[in-house]
């Protein structure tokens, strides 16, 4: 008989020991007239609750403060411009404890001091930014030092000298939009970072986005009129999926082992610009990515991306400043029912040893549809298609290359096997052949 409200007593303990974990509300300007005010005479837990307003301060959350909220309610401005010029006052707000949540505030003006950032997060961790509008700070609009576990979303910045910059694993930067920067939009470094559906637009400096170190992870965003490669990723195992780039200096740059690259589009790059290129990429995995109007190659992947596999890739007028659609550095790669369309020199343009190249369309190029070069030792061409292409249909220069089921119509020349072919089975051209010994079947 006594179990029942020895148990109710003990539900209610725990339901107020839990109301107290919440911490106590300090409202401003009802209870403080500012937010520095109030951070300073709350405890650990507590959350700050700011009215609609503008306040011109610069706001500081001491390490002591773990697990404190920062909230704003209705338009709140952190305005961080000093009333004096001499005035060294750094960033608008500055996170030093861990857990913390800042979330809905407007900070703008960050111009003085060493660090003139939005927001800096240092020694410390588990920060948690969100809904943030940051503007016109003369450095970057986020900063994260060294500090793991922190989670950035929602944010816009603009009109700042640079977008985010994340160090610290595990890091998070979902649904940012960041533009008219004079800097890049993101730089996340650390492991197993991620950056995701954010847009980017207007940006300056080498890269709109990078992200650098283990098991990094790019997906969903969409980037525009970026100066420089809209995409670098350095560090194996990265994800690279599912991006939208338009009228940037550049599309995706990979440097790292075994990366996947998929269903990206980059469409509309500048002078000298590649779509994709893989460095260093051993086993890279690159499939379904829609690559258009690119001043360099369309898909490039390096001599030291050896085994990778390209599936279902296109690539469409590509190559204006002399380059190719594809082009294949690295040995042993497999190019599997890939297409090039209207690309300015070659469609396919092969140099590593071992390449195998089945099921791939070359249409309409300005030169070769397949150009295997020299250096494509024992290379297999097996039920690929070239078609109206300026120059030769397919060109084989390398020795001991199989060709087998291929179809060339309508090239200037459809086959031109100048090289060593040791198979020669099933294909259909109208001119053209085989130059050198063996003399097999055409």
Do not use: W
């Not at 198979?423 to 003399?439: D, E, H, K």
């Amino acid at each position: 008989m006594t179990l029942a409200p020895r148990s109710a007593g003990v539900a209610l303990a725990v339901a107020a020991f839990a109301l107290d974990a919440l911490g106590e509300t300090h409202v401003v300007p009802t209870d403080h007239l500012t937010i520095q005010d109030a951070i300073d005479v709350a405890l650990p837990g507590d959350t700050i609750l700011v009215k609609a307003g503008v306040y011109t301060e610069n706001v500081v959350i001491p390490k002591e403060l773990a697990g404190l909220q920062l909230r704003g309610k209705g338009k709140v401005v952190l305005d961080a411009h000093a009333s004096m010029v001499e005035q060294d006052i750094g960033p608008g707000l500055v996170v030093l404890a861990p857990n913390v949540v800042v979330r809905d505030l407007e900070i703008r003006n960050a111009s003085f001091g060493d660090n003139p950032y939005g927001v800096l997060v240092t020694e410390t961790g588990n920060t948690v930014l969100q809904n943030l509008r940051i503007s016109h700070c003369v450095d970057a609009g986020i900063v994260i030092n060294a500090c793991p576990d922190v989670r950035i979303e929602g944010c816009t910045i603009e009109a700042c000298g640079s977008g985010i910059l994340a160090n610290g694993d595990r890091g998070v930067v979902r649904k940012a939009t960041i533009r008219n920067c004079a800097g890049p939009a993101v730089l996340a470094a650390g492991l197993d970072m991620v950056v995701e559906q954010c847009k980017v637009s207007t940006v300056l400096g080498e890269f709109a986005i990078a992200a650098i170190g283990p098991d990094a992870r790019v997906r969903k965003n969409a980037i525009t009129n970026a100066s420089g490669a809209a995409i670098v990723v350095e560090g194996p195992n990265a994800v690279v999926e599912s991006n939208d780039v338009q009228g940037s200096g550049g599309g995706a740059f990979i440097t790292g082992a075994a990366p996947l690259v998929r269903k990206n589009t980059i469409r509309r790059c500048g002078d000298g610009a590649v779509g994709i290129y893989v460095a260093l990429g051993v086993g890279a995995t690159i499939e379904q990515n829609v690559v258009e109007d690119v001043a360099a190659h369309g898909i490039y992947v390096g001599a030291d991306s050896m085994q990778s596999t390209l599936t279902k890739n296109s690539v469409r007028r590509c190559g204006s400043n002399g380059e190719s659609g594809f082009t294949i550095d690295a040995q042993d790669c497999v190019l599997t029912k890939n297409q090039a369309r209207e690309c300015f020199r070659d469609g396919f343009r092969v140099h590593g040893v071992g390449t195998e190249l089945e099921r791939n369309l070359a249409e309409r190029c300005g030169e070769d549809g397949f150009d295997v070069e020299a250096g494509a030792l024992g290379a297999t061409l097996r039920l690929n298609v070239a078609k109206a292409c300026g120059a030769e249909g397919i060109e084989i220069n390398a020795t001991g290359v199989a060709l087998e089921l291929n179809v060339a119509k309508g090239n200037r020349i459809d086959l031109a096997a100048d090289g060593s072919v040791v198979t020669f089975v099933g294909n259909s051209y109208s001119n053209g052949g085989l130059f050198q010994s063996p003399q097999i079947d055409y």
